[in-house]
């Protein structure tokens, strides 16, 4: 879990999924109590990458925690590429999402 879900949490999630885990990145200001709720419920262990974030989780769940503090995300974006967003605003016009 990173703050916005974009970036390192991504990153993160791509690597363990090469060693056959199943994770999910996860931005905290990216969805809603209920939501957080579930995938909280759902996980055998939470990575936060940023400390702050651990503000946002319940006590109960601090047993599942690990914090892995590895910087801002900013220090890591080089932007998406151009012609993906392009072809995904396509879609979801397409699709009126």
């Known amino acids: 879990m990173g703050r916005q879900g974009n970036v390192r949490s991504v990153a993160l999630a791509w690597l363990l999924k090469g060693k056959g885990h199943d994770a999910i990145a996860v931005g905290m200001r990216r969805m809603d109590r209920g939501t957080r709720k579930m995938l909280l419920d759902w996980a055998e262990l939470i990575i936060l ?12 769940y601090w047993p599942k925690l690990k914090i892995w503090p590895v910087g801002r995300e900013e220090a890591y974006f080089q932007g998406f590429h151009q012609g993906l967003i392009d072809l995904f605003k396509t879609l979801i016009e397409r699709d009126k999402l």
């Open 49 to 60: 990458l940023h400390q702050k974030c651990q503000e946002g989780i319940p006590s109960e």
